[in-house]
């Protein structure tokens, strides 16, 4: 069973940066899929970003350009860094971990961090 433990996050003004770590247990083909998810609140759990075992990256249109996801498989971490951050981009993210996708249905899932960016 993988555990993925999240860190980073906090409160930022519009144009400001901010890094989101996800430490996983163990890196198996259980992490194959990895990705960024956020909920703002009254909303849908949206995918923010997603990257595979062999290293593509996909992102949402919405952070296109200004946000990047990263692994580094020999500390088992996943890292987004987010920048020109917007208040738009206000939720809870979380990290994710699949083998066959990165879905909102993903097997498992960090606790969560709180992003906020005031205007």
């Known amino acids: 069973r993988v555990q993925l433990v999240q860190s980073g996050g906090g409160s930022v003004q519009a144009g400001g940066s901010l890094r989101l770590s996800c430490g996983a247990s163990i890196y198996t083909y259980e992490t194959d899929y990895w990705g960024w998810f956020r909920q703002a609140p009254g909303k849908e759990r949206e995918e923010v970003a997603c990257?595979?075992?062999?290293?593509?990256?996909s992102y949402a249109d919405s952070v296109k350009g200004r946000f990047t996801i990263s692994k580094d498989t020999a500390k088992n971490t996943l890292y987004l860094q987010a920048d020109s951050l917007k208040p738009e981009d206000t939720a809870m993210y979380y990290c994710?971990?699949?083998?066959?996708?990165?879905?909102?249905?993903?097997?498992?899932w960090g606790q969560g961090t709180q992003v906020t960016v005031s205007s």
């Open positions: 990257i595979e075992a062999d290293g593509r990256r």
């Open positions: 994710a971990a699949d083998p066959w996708a990165c879905t909102p249905a993903s097997r498992y």
